[in-house]
């Protein structure tokens, strides 16, 4: 296990553990761990928390004994005849049709062996997510076994591979074989980058036609720069608004082109935006933890915001786990009695993290102290391994499909700059990213208040009592929207919840000029979000609008736009989108 860092505050633990013994404090993860409130530390492990959170379904609950996985052999007998009366019936034509699936499509799977071969394996695939869910295990335990089932299904797809795909076969013979030299091409151009390109790369570059809204970059620190963007009114609101990007990819998910540029939109309903854009860090700042990101991060970025603007508050936005960022900061702020801000918008956020959806099924006790061990003291976790984490989540979308198109079939990927963005990765100190990890995801201590300590405060996200702007997608798979919908219950400010069509990210860059999708809002925040869906009324269009009309009652009221970028103090440095964020983490 990791020993404990230089400068963590003794004061944070040693309350509670004069009250409790050694095996209590593991159990409620009031423990000391390394790098709770230091730069060098990950937390030690808590295995007994751990453990103590697992329940079980069934007989299991009911004995509070853990019993193997294993499915009721009277589940079992009935799903084994049902798929014999279902092969029954699609052997002897009873099921006759083209597979009903997007993948099996094409003129090519609609008869013969190929639509037989389509149809078995989606009756085999239908039948091992039913197994899958018919087994009797704690939560986590079976969480796991849907996802690698999952997993196995989308990979044995027929299409996935050249011997039985019709489609690739025909091209392969209309082609005389240049599709799959094609194929060979982008297959081995891929395992050059180490990952699967999902779109024509070289049509893109960062500051020509990505993140081209102009501005400046105004301040510089070993972590961020802070980019202040041009006026495009005469007038603006007294009180600017900066964005806290995530730091896991990089901030221009917020101003990818100007026609879906949520940075533009922004600046034309007259507000004065900074942008925090996070640095690609290296083997330099590998000691960097949670606390640098607040106090060094969010914190020294709220301020510097403020000074430039020379306003009283200013209003602040967090996207994903810059939200996370973001309330946290809000809360240590509150903690010292500092009111820095007015208001606050989180998009697709964990505040709560008890529904934390698929990406649960990697973390518990065991994978969070081998990170700790190997990287929770210094070093980096490459962007590249969490980029590709967050493909599998969606194999068929990111993984499969790529495979079927650029390597059996030799395709050329289309431009698309969401898809450019997603591969343009940053790499996480280990110390900050093991920090996470088991504070959130793995312990969920944010939602209780004073159990961590940040920069020295005790968190108490209840203390923060600013009106909050809170935002989930519905299709969401990275924060689903029920997660999101938490935060409203921790928030003891002004909340407005709303919620939006599609997913993570085109839920959030829906722009209103193309009135794509929609958007569900209520007044009321009853507890359970299921019971604010219910009541909550469906609107065509972006979710933009009603967030600008929200936004407008906390800037401030008019004033004259700034003539220059930064002040006195802080001068322009250079043009934005700046330096940081051209460093890619290949």
């Not at 896991?248 to 935006?273: C, E, F, M, R």
């Not at 984490?389 to 650029?406: A, E, M, Q």
């Not at 008019?558 to 250079?574: F, L, M, S, V």
């Amino acid at each position: 296990m990791p020993s404990k860092p230089r400068g963590e505050d003794r004061a944070a633990t040693e309350p509670i553990a004069r009250k409790r013994s050694a095996s209590a404090k593991a159990a409620a993860g009031t423990g000391k761990r390394p790098g709770a409130g230091s730069k060098r530390g990950a937390s030690k492990s808590g295995a007994a928390a751990a453990k103590g959170k697992k329940t079980a379904t069934g007989p299991a609950a009911a004995t509070g004994v853990h019993a193997a996985p294993h499915v009721h052999p009277d589940r079992l007998a009935e799903l084994q005849a049902e798929y014999l009366t279902r092969l029954r019936e699609m052997m002897s034509g009873e099921q006759a049709g083209a597979p009903a699936d997007r993948r099996f499509s094409g003129e090519a799977w609609q008869a013969g062996p190929f639509g037989w071969a389509a149809n078995l394996y989606l009756l085999n695939a239908e039948f091992m997510r039913k197994l899958a869910e018919s087994v009797d295990a704690d939560p986590k335990t079976q969480e796991r076994i849907r996802f690698a089932t999952q997993q196995w299904v989308d990979a044995m797809s027929p299409a996935n591979y050249l011997a039985t795909n019709p489609e690739a076969q025909r091209k392969l013979l209309e082609s005389r074989g240049e599709s799959l030299m094609h194929g060979v091409r982008h297959m081995l151009e891929d395992l050059q980058k180490g990952r699967i390109s999902h779109t024509d790369e070289t049509v893109f570059e960062v500051g020509k036609n990505m993140a081209t809204t102009p501005g400046s970059v105004v301040f510089r620190n070993e972590l961020f720069e802070l980019i202040q963007y041009a006026p495009s009114t005469a007038q603006v609101g007294r009180r600017p608004l900066l964005m806290v990007p995530p730091c896991i990819n990089k901030y221009y998910i917020l101003d990818l082109q100007p026609s879906n540029s949520l940075v533009a939109w922004a600046v034309s309903q007259g507000h004065t935006v900074f942008m925090l854009s996070w640095r690609n860090v290296d083997a330099a700042q590998g000691e960097l933890g949670w606390d640098d990101y607040i106090e060094q991060g969010v914190v020294e970025a709220i301020r510097r915001t403020r000074e430039i603007a020379d306003a009283d508050r200013i209003n602040a936005l967090g996207f994903c786990v810059g939200g996370t960022l973001l309330g946290t900061a809000a809360a240590v702020l509150a903690g010292r009695g500092e009111r820095l801000i007015e208001s606050m918008t989180l998009l697709t956020t964990f505040l709560d993290f008890s529904r934390p959806g698929t990406i649960g099924v990697f973390i518990d006790e065991n994978f969070v102290a081998f990170r700790e061990r190997t990287i929770g003291h210094g070093g980096i976790m490459p962007g590249r391994e969490l980029a590709t984490t967050f493909n599998f989540l969606r194999p068929n979308d990111l993984v499969w499909n790529y495979v079927v198109s650029k390597y059996l079939k030799g395709e050329d990927p289309p431009p698309f700059d969401l898809l450019y963005w997603n591969a343009d990765s940053t790499n996480l100190p280990g110390p900050m990213f093991c920090w996470y990890l088991r504070h959130t995801y793995l312990q969920n201590e944010l939602r209780i208040p004073g159990r961590l300590k940040v920069c020295g405060v005790p968190v108490d996200l209840g203390a923060i009592g600013l009106p909050t702007y809170i935002y989930g997608s519905r299709e969401d798979h990275i924060v689903p929207w029920h997660g999101a919908y938490e935060s409203t219950r921790l928030l003891s400010g002004q909340n407005r919840f709303v919620l939006g069509a599609s997913g993570h990210i085109a839920g959030v860059i829906n722009p209103p000029a193309p009135n794509k999708r929609s958007h569900w809002t209520s007044d009321a925040l009853p507890e359970q979000a299921d019971d604010w869906l219910a009541g909550a009324t469906e609107h065509r269009g972006s979710w933009w609008p009603d967030w600008g009309r929200w936004l407008a009652q906390f800037s401030g009221g008019p004033r004259p736009a700034p003539a220059a970028p930064g002040n006195a103090k802080h001068r322009p440095i250079e043009a934005a989108p700046g330096s940081y964020v051209k460093k890619r983490a290949e």
